[in-house]
Each structure stands twice: as structure tokens, then as C-alpha cells.
T-cell receptor
Framework: AQKITQTQPGMFVQEKEAVTLDCTYD???????LFWYKQPSSGEMIFLIY??????QNATEGRYSLNFQKARKSANLVISASQLGDSAMYFC??????????????FGAGTRLAVHP | EAQVTQNPRYLITVTGKKLTVTCSQN?????MSWYRQDPGLGLRQIYY???????DKGDVPEGYKVSRKEKRNFPLILESPSPNQTSLYFC?????????????FGDGTRLSIL
């Protein structure tokens, strides 16, 4: 079974509008961390935001926020006021707590976001 | 500037010719890891290291070797590269292991094995 599922291979959004990128995860651990990374066309992986499984508040970092719904096992990334520079591939990832799972990031397949002027 | 540095950024080589991709971090991180990225598969872990002289296999270790003789360096070695190792490779590091540790990535190395 997929540990991290990103169901949207591609998304379009108009500049200045908000967009939500979906991510669902599967784990039986109580302790885990969820991460979002951005990969522009230049290829580097840029860390955007982190949410811990015990965090009660949704994480926010500037224009990025994470809509964390623990019971539904979803960790959607919300980008507010989209900019042309937000066009990139976005990856959701998880670090699990048990059985050494914290030793790796498990990635989803990614969502390619295109921001239109 | 805090960073993870990989070299080379691009390499085209032939089957069977040993190669090493270097990775160095200047953040005194204990944890380092190698991933490969293939279309539609996201990133998959090859090897990781929790500290000097402590390394272990990830999900796709076949055909690769690593070493961690110094804290800052974690080279990836392909002893006899094959075309199925053509991929985009990332080195990453974090201060420690732990679920709350984001990994900081290098800029990637694009390998083509002919």
C-alpha cells in the first residue's frame, strides 16, 4: 500500500489565487512528521513546511499552510496568493517514528503546479 | 552559508566504469542520506548514515556503496554502473534522526549511464 498518496498529478491556478495540494498518508505509528518540499524546474529540493503528529495547531510558514486532519490522515498544503515563481513540483513526505522509520523520508509521487498570469 | 554540496551536478558515463558522487555538508549534521528520483516514483532512499562509521541500507541499495569516515562527507559509490542507475540523485542531511527533523537537500546530481 502507498504510504503517501498525492492524487493530483497536475494542478493549474491563477496568479494571486489560493491553491490546495492534496496529500494523504498511511501509518500505524503515533509519532510521525509530515513535510512538504518544492522542486522547481532547476531540480533542487526546497523544504517548505513541517507538521508533527502531536501538533495541535496547523503549521504555517509565510504563504504556506498545512491543513492537517489527523483522523482523515491528510496533510494538504495550501498556498495563498499564488505567484508565478510557485510553478514547480511539490512533494509530500513523511518520517515515521517506529521501527527505525525515522531514518528515511517516504515521498509521494508529487503534484506539478502551474501558476498562470 | 549552510548547505549540502554534491559533485558532480551532471555526469554521462558508460556501463561498468566506477564512479563516485561526493556529498559534503557544513552544518555538523549527524544524519545523512542518499535518494534517487525517478519519474512517477518520487524519491527513494538508497543508503543512510546516523553518524560517523554508522551506515545502513535504504529501500533501493543494490548496486551502490557508501562510506562515512568523516561527519561532513558521505560519498555514493557506483562500483559497476548500469543503465538502470540512470537517475537524479540527492544527498540530504539533518541534525539528527527523528520524526521532526526536516532533511536539507543538495542540488542533485543527474547521472546518465550509457
Amino acid at each position: 500500500a502507498q504510504k503517501i498518496t498525492q492524487t493530483q498529478p497536475g494542478m493549474f491556478v491563477q496568479e494571486k489565487e489560493a491553491v490546495t495540494l492534496d496529500c494523504t498518508y498511511d501509518t500505524s505509528d503515533q509519532s510521525y512528521g509530515l513535510f512538504w518540499y518544492k522542486q522547481p524546474s532547476s531540480g533542487e529540493m526546497i523544504f517548505l513546511i513541517y507538521q508533527g503528529s502531536y501538533d495541535e495547531q496547523n503549521a504555517t510558514e509565510g504563504r504556506y499552510s498545512l491543513n492537517f486532519q489527523k483522523a482523515r490522515k491528510s496533510a494538504n498544503l495550501v498556498i495563498s496568493a499564488s505567484q508565478l515563481g510557485d510553478s514547480a513540483m511539490y512533494f509530500c513526505a513523511m518520517r515515521e517514528g517506529g521501527s527505525g522509520g525515522y531514518n528515511k523520508l517516504i515521498f509521494g509521487a508529487g503534484t506539478r503546479l502551474a501558476v498562470h498570469p | 552559508e549552510a548547505q549540502v554540496t554534491q559533485n558532480p551536478r551532471y555526469l554521462i558515463t558508460v556501463t561498468g566504469k566506477k564512479l563516485t558522487v561526493t556529498c559534503s555538508q557544513n552544518m555538523n549534521h549527524e544524519y545523512m542520506s542518499w535518494y534517487r528520483q525517478d519519474p512517477g516514483l518520487g524519491l527513494r532512499q538508497i543508503y543512510y548514515s546516523m553518524n560517523v562509521e554508522v551506515t545502513d541500507k535504504g529501500d533501493v541499495p543494490e548496486g551502490y556503496k557508501v562510506s562515512r569516515k568523516e561527519k561532513r562527507n558521505f560519498p555514493l559509490i557506483l562500483e559497476s554502473p548500469s543503465p538502470n542507475q540512470t537517475s537524479l540523485y540527492f544527498c540530504a542531511s539533518s541534525p539528527r534522526t527523528g520524526v521532526n527533523q526536516p532533511q536539507h537537500f543538495g542540488d542533485g546530481t543527474r547521472l546518465s549511464i550509457l
